[in-house]
Structures are given as structure tokens and as C-alpha cells.
């Protein structure tokens, strides 16, 4: 069964600072690929999202995530992090047309002034 | 995209009773919906796949009995948490599979308290 990690529990940087957030999976072929993000106590905003094509993949607010076949991974970067970002980040795999979704357990996202 | 509602957003309720929660999409229709369920500060779980006009399919560990799914037509499944307790205390998301962009489309969840 596909599997989805992301290593860091909770990243703090500083505003304006550069985010990277990390995601891989498993599974045997390319599965579709997701980021959501979570604010408390709401539900799930699709950031971005990789089906195929072009492996830089541009989302909202800023932020894009590259895929590596290669690595397995699905990084989520944003050059320069504003407050407002502060919130939990879930990577996502989708496989059978995304008939089955897999969420890995969220990074934590805070955001120092 | 595709645009998914859930009802009601917040809901406490006594133990023992029973809650039910709405899933919609607005714009498309669904063949397939999906329950999650997502305690605080986890990740969320699938719960059940739903599929129109037949039995819900339940991931291993989730009593069909206490979590009922009835996905009566293409536009809406409901949950019913049966003799609800403490435990069942979560925020349960649904979202909806659209074939035309071959992707789940997420309703904004549904806060379960169970006192």
C-alpha cells in the first residue's frame, strides 16, 4: 500500500525566511501528489498538486514543490514565509485516479516575527 | 473546482445519542465519497469509501454498525454516528470524487462533541 511521510513534525523559521517542507512516498508507480494546508479548526485548502508534466509545480500564496522520481519526494518550498502561513502542512498521495487518498502526518508550521 | 459542503459544521450532542452529518457537492456529481476522520493534531484517517446505490466499503478497525454511511444519491452521502461517546469526539471531513478531474474535492468538516 502507498505510503506518505513527512520526517518533520513541527519547523519554526522567521518571517520572510525560506521554507522547505518534506514529503515521500512509497509506492510502485507515480502516484498523484498533493499539499494541503490546514489552519485550526478549519478544513483542508489545496495548495498545490502534481499529475504529470512539468515536475515544478506552481501553487498559491506563493509557494510551488518539485517532484523527484528519483527520490520518491514531493518538497514544498516558499521563498520568503509570511505570518499569515503559520498553520499544518499535509502531504498527500493519490492513486486509482485518486479513488484512494493517503495523507502523511502534517508539519506544523510556525512562523517567528 | 468542484465545490463540496458539509452540515453542519459544529455539532455537540449528548452521549448516546445519535449525529448525523451531511456531505454535498454543489456542482458535480459524485458516484464516490469518502469519511475521514482527524483528531486534534493528527492527520486524517479514511474512515469509508462511499459508493452510490450500494454498501459503503470501511477501512479495517472502523465498526460500520456505529459509523453508518448511506450515499442515497450523487450528490450526497450522509454519516450517522450511532450511540455516539466521548471517543467519537473529532472533526470528520467528506469529500466528494469528481471524474471529470479525476480528483476528491474536500468539504470544510464537521466538529463532533459528544459530552
Known amino acids: 500500500a502507498q505510503s506518505v511521510t513527512q520526517p518533520d513534525i513541527h519547523i519554526t523559521v522567521s518571517e520572510g525566511a525560506s521554507l522547505e517542507l518534506r514529503c515521500n512516498y512509497s509506492y510502485g508507480a507515480t502516484p498523484y501528489l498533493f499539499w494541503y494546508v490546514q489552519s485550526p479548526g478549519q478544513g483542508l485548502q489545496l495548495l498545490l498538486k502534481y499529475f504529470s508534466g512539468d515536475t515544478l509545480v506552481q501553487g498559491i500564496k506563493g509557494f510551488e514543490a518539485e517532484f523527484k522520481r528519483s527520490q520518491s519526494s514531493f518538497n514544498l518550498r516558499k521563498p520568503s514565509v509570511h505570518w499569515s502561513d503559520a498553520a499544518e502542512y499535509f502531504c498527500?498521495?493519490?492513486?486509482?485516479?485518486?479513488?484512494?487518498?493517503?495523507f502523511g502526518a502534517g508539519t506544523r508550521l510556525t512562523v517567528k516575527p | 473546482g468542484a465545490v463540496v459542503s458539509q452540515h453542519p459544521s459544529r455539532v455537540i450532542c449528548k452521549s448516546g445519542t445519535s449525529v448525523k452529518i451531511e456531505c454535498r457537492s454543489l456542482d458535480f456529481q459524485a458516484t464516490t465519497m469518502f469519511w475521514y476522520r482527524q483528531f486534534p493534531k493528527q492527520s486524517l484517517m479514511l474512515m469509508a469509501t462511499s459508493n452510490e446505490g450500494s454498501k459503503a466499503t470501511y477501512e479495517q478497525g472502523v465498526e460500520k454498525d456505529k459509523f453508518l454511511i448511506n450515499h442515497a444519491s450523487l450528490t450526497l452521502s450522509t454519516l450517522t454516528v450511532t450511540s455516539a461517546h466521548p471517543e467519537d469526539s473529532s472533526f470528520y471531513i467528506c469529500?466528494?470524487?469528481?471524474?471529470?478531474?479525476?480528483?476528491?474535492?474536500f468539504g470544510p468538516g464537521t466538529r463532533l462533541t459528544v459530552l
Open positions: 469529500s466528494a470524487w469528481d471524474r471529470d478531474y479525476n480528483e476528491q474535492f
Open positions: 498527500a498521495v493519490g492513486v486509482n485516479n485518486n479513488n484512494d487518498m493517503r
